[in-house]
């Protein structure tokens, strides 16, 4: 995992998708530039091994523990999620697969009870995730705004 593959250029991200229960690591995503993206298991090898997206825990759902009234802001991706943590000091959650994505019960479980804002990319694509996210939060969430 340390070494750029010759087919894959420049590693510009490093995304850890962690155990939000346990805060084991669960699979690490690579960004490449030009943009492309690998998932790689906790030993290192490509790929996601038995599990798929939809198995893995929303991107940075172990920091949710801390504070549990703090407001979760839910966007499109690591990039989004990481600049707002790191811009803003909030903390920020996306599903592994990007706005194409559909929520599972079991990935958005950790929102249960919690105040959380949706921050949508301004294209449609982005819309349409938040409208599904939205739908499957509505009944869980303490608060939920857009």
């Known amino acids: 995992m340390n070494e750029t593959p010759k087919n894959m250029s420049e590693e510009?991200?490093?995304?850890?998708?962690?155990?939000?229960?346990?805060g084991e690591l669960v699979a690490t995503k690579i960004r490449y530039e030009p943009k492309r993206f690998a998932w790689f298991?906790?030993?290192g090898e490509e790929g996601l091994?038995?599990?798929?997206?939809?198995?893995?825990?929303?991107?940075?759902?172990?920091?949710?523990?801390d504070n549990p009234n703090e407001v979760i802001i839910y966007v499109e991706g690591e990039k989004a999620a990481d600049a707002l943590t790191e811009r803003f000091g909030v903390t920020a959650v996306c599903l592994p697969g990007g706005a194409a994505a559909r929520p599972t019960a079991a990935q958005l479980r950790c929102l249960k009870g919690r105040r959380v804002g949706l921050w949508p990319d301004n294209d449609a694509i982005g819309r349409g995730l938040m409208r599904r996210v939205y739908e499957r939060l509505r009944p869980i969430a303490l608060e939920l705004r857009a």
């Open 49 to 65: 091994g038995d599990l798929t997206e939809r198995d893995l825990p929303l991107y940075n759902a172990h920091l949710l523990v």
């Open 41 to 43: 298991t906790p030993s």
């Open 12 to 22: 510009i991200a490093r995304y850890t998708y962690k155990n939000p229960e346990t």
